[in-house]
């Protein structure tokens, strides 16, 4: 970990805190534009559940804590980056009760969700930008086929380039663009 890379929760109860982040090398930290975008379009995370699936460094899963989120999984394959997220939880002290922590495999970490009977009101996909429609496909699928949400889930895609605007069971219902930056929200096309 470079602790010159720092990121810093926008708002919350852990408002201005400062999170260190992996090598640049095997992250992309959603900037401070981008998730404020995200968490102003996401308007009660009161008692809510969060899957951030490709969580990096951890800032957009602890920033959806710090809003209110009452748990919230983060999965990174890199075992950098899970050691990362693991120090950022210790540091701001966030308790146990509130998260879920996995380094495993994208589709590893949805069937440990669903061991835990998980199911999320918010799912954020944030991953590599070398990912295209038909990955994206076998992620959400599993999603859906495991019941890892409910029928007012809300899922949300970070990514280079604009989505279709269905993929598997979910439709697109709002896009922002933030130069070259797209945040994608997913509404379920029929019912769970």
């Known amino acids: ?6 990121v810093r929760i926008i708002s919350g109860i852990y408002r201005s805190r400062i999170l260190t982040i992996p090598s640049l090398s095997i992250t992309r930290p959603s900037k401070d ?15 809510k559940t969060f899957l951030d699936l490709y969580a990096g460094s951890g800032v957009v899963g602890i920033e959806s804590i710090s809003r209110g989120v ?5 999965n990174d394959l890199s075992r950098e980056a899970y050691k990362c997220i693991k120090n950022n939880l210790k540091i701001l002290e966030i308790p146990q009760n509130k998260y879920f922590l996995f380094n495993l495999d994208d589709l590893s970490a949805l ?6 009977n ?6 954020y996909l944030d991953p590599p ?18 019941k890892l949400i ?15 605007e269905k993929i598997s ?24």
């Open 1 to 6: 970990m470079h602790k010159d890379n720092s």
């Open 33 to 47: 534009r981008v998730r404020e975008a995200l968490f102003s379009s996401l308007t009660n995370l009161e008692n």
């Open 70 to 74: 009452s748990l919230c999984v983060f």
């Open 111 to 116: 069937r440990a969700c669903e061991e835990n």
């Open 118 to 123: 998980l199911s999320f009101d918010y799912i």
């Open 129 to 146: 930008y070398i990912f295209n429609n038909d990955n994206f496909e076998t992620i959400l699928n599993k999603i859906y086929s495991l």
């Open 150 to 164: 409910k029928n007012d889930s809300i899922l949300i895609i970070e990514s280079d380039k604009y989505l279709n």
């Open 169 to 192: 069971f979910f439709e697109l219902f709002k896009n922002k663009k933030y130069k070259d930056t797209y945040l994608l929200f997913y509404k379920l096309s029929k019912k769970v």
